[in-house]
């Protein structure tokens, strides 16, 4: 009795998904992203830019099977996503979000766009160099996240955040001494910083970035992945590097992080 109550929770608790004829009949898909995280999303003067911004508009035509279109930028803080799926609020989460086995439980995810290991931002007034400087420290990150398992099993303090500009903003504040998360993401703050510094990069096993969509919304994402295929061929993703990543991460970010054009040359 008490698993058929949970079950049935569990149920009540989702609300189905907008299927890809349903977005394609109201002509509007919804994309859940960060609102302070260049260079992949961030709201500015009332608009999203990004990378993440321009891979979902160049994937729109796919979307909508060649006709107009809305999509619909909708701010989602990262520990958010899932849920928001699950509630319907959005039909896609495109949020630097690590595939893992456990987040695959609760939402489908798309073949990968970009690889990671774990990074970690700290003040360089702190001279952190290596792991060992850490110890005895405390840990900002993600709930669930892969950078909280990596610190959690070497019995780091962890203290978490909602985003990655709220996690940055604690760790200026000094509510912790370190920022953990997608190297990609945390390099990204020395740029617009130079008090701060990531000499930790490469953490951990290697990883990948997925976009994730409602458990079960197969020819959503079925669409998605043949999109990020065609986007491969063409030279989106190289394109996106040479004229927009590299250039804001001045040449601290590898090239090999960024293109994975191996991976969709085995599926396309």
Do not use: H, W
């Not at 960060?34 to 035509?61: C, H, N, R, V």
């Not at 060649?66 to 958010?80: L, Q, T, Y």
């Amino acid at each position: 009795m008490k698993k058929l109550f949970l079950l049935l929770v569990f149920c009540f608790s989702c609300i189905f998904a907008n299927s890809l004829s349903e977005i394609r009949q109201s002509q509007v898909v919804r994309i859940g992203v960060d609102k302070d995280q260049m260079p992949f999303s961030k709201l500015k003067d009332g608009e999203f830019q990004g990378f993440e911004i321009d891979m979902a508009k160049a994937m729109a035509t796919d979307i909508f099977g060649g006709k107009n279109g809305a999509i619909k930028f909708v701010p989602v803080d990262f520990s958010d996503g899932i849920s928001a799926l699950e509630q319907n609020k959005i039909d896609i989460f495109l949020n630097e979000m690590t595939i893992t086995n456990e987040r695959a439980k609760y939402v489908d995810f798309s073949m990968p766009y970009f690889s990671v290991n774990i990074g970690v931002l700290t003040k360089k007034s702190e001279n952190i160099q290596k792991l060992s400087n850490l110890d005895g420290k405390t840990i900002i990150t993600f709930k669930d996240s892969v950078a909280e398992n990596f610190f959690k099993k070497r019995g780091f303090n962890i203290l978490n955040c909602d985003n990655a500009g709220s996690c940055y903003r604690m760790l200026k504040n000094g509510q912790g001494d370190a920022f953990a998360d997608d190297n990609l993401v945390v390099l990204a703050f020395p740029i617009i910083d130079n008090s701060v510094e990531v000499s930790i990069k490469n953490l951990g096993e290697t990883d990948f970035l997925g976009m994730a969509v409602q458990k079960g919304n197969k020819e959503l994402l079925d669409v998605i992945n043949e999109s990020m295929i065609r986007l491969s061929k063409e030279g989106f993703f190289k394109k996106a590097f040479d004229d927009t990543l590299n250039p804001f991460y001045k040449g601290s970010a590898e090239e090999k992080y960024f293109l994975l054009d191996d991976i969709y040359r085995i599926f396309g």
